[in-house]
DNA sequence: CGACTTTTTGATCCGATTCAATACGCGTGG
DNA sequence: CCACGCGTATTGAATCGGATCAAAAAGTCG
């Protein structure tokens, strides 16, 4: 797509495709790198073969040694805490990073399952930062994208903490729809890769609760379902329900 | 305290104490940084005034210049939804960074409040990171420090998903025991400088059952309370309740 | 097709919220 | 120093949203 002259290497392998031919190459880690220093960013990225429905990417417990980026499909992380019950975390489109909680400990404390069938590329984290330190950008790059879970775990955080069931689901909704319009696909028209349950244990509702709403909604006119297939009908109905509920709940805005 | 024999500017100061005077030296950013480069972290921090009770370290909003590091007291971390509605999502200790959700989008999204009497140091990004790519060790330490705070949310996800209000409180009280004695304070007794209603805010529920769960604790010889201080009388009955209880919701382990 | 899993729908129950009122803590000023 | 006032905390009673229990319906896959 774009021209590079001095790279002999870079091409010599089918499998090692440029990550500027990926899809995602607006959303991933080479935000901003020049493009001469990609050479050197994509020769310490691997290309996998594609995880099947159910694999996983990587197990809580396992040692730490890479970021993963989805490049398509989708990837649910949870965790399985000492009594055994899951916690969903946060499900992975194309173009988002995994892995980046075990950066801490040296440990992945989640699993990482595809949902479907997805490819991805490995990065290897010791030289990745390696290459970070001497690639101020894309130091920066890996600072941010950090950051950037940061926040949608707070967001996630406001979610649980003070949304009602409804305004979960709807929040849930529009937020896939838009990180699909920014991946170039439909934000009304998608399909969810997980299941119900999954997506009640995400929003911290049971399963019969989601099915509820889902019927809920449609009968509301504010979407269309079909098992896993979604169209989202109503945008802006949906946006006051997952906005401006119940705009009290501890809101107490003088402590402000 | 240590032996630095090469710095004629690094002292000059009363005001530039160096952190290896901060009684949080251990658990803060300079940790795994070597003496030699610790000068020129240091020449990087600014030491500023303390804040006084309900002062703010930023407001969201605000444009990102730096990360604070707590040198003593406590911070409510907290933003604040278009519709008025606060949401804490963290409160920080000595020894604990404050603004990396900063980083991704150049803006706080969030306030920090002292919730008491409250010393920080400031650590402008730039030069941070600028500083990062030549201190492999400090790069290094920048990033574990973010997974940690990846982790820890992804921890709080937990509990505001599935848990029970007593689980959450009981979680809560381990939480700030398991950090207080990190600090080398007493794990058993100390004063949560929040109120009643920060708790709850933080936990998800209203403040009449945290003062409830409180009150019931205290009932069952858990804990024993006092207005803003408490003491923890039986660790391990509270352990149970905060790990234990519900060993079902949504875990549906098969599917791991 | 037939077994199994996932989803939907219905009826009931319970934990946490809400509403309401009292008690406590604390700073201010007389 | 105590009285007053106001914010914070506690306690009680009633209500409700979502969970639980139960069962049928719709998908999924070998």
Redesign the pocket.
Known sequence: MSNREHDKIVNLSKLKAACEDCGMYGLCLPIGIHEKDMARLEKIIKRKQPLK?GEHLFNQGDAFHSLYAIKSGSVKIYSIADDGSEQITGFLLPGELAGMDAINTGQHNSYAKALETTSFCEMPFAQLEELAGQLPSLQHQLLRLMSKEIVKEGEMLMQLGK??????LASMLLSFSTRFKERGFSPTEFNLS?????I?NYL?????????L??RFQEQGLIY????YIRLIDMQALGKLAGLN?A???S?P??A
Chains 1, 2 share one sequence.
């Open positions: 429905k949304k009602t069931a409804e305004e979960r997980m299941s119900r349950n999954d009640g911290g509702l049971v399963v019969e609760t989601v099915s509820r889902f019927t379902v079909k098992g896993k119940t009290d709940n501890n107490n003088k402590t």
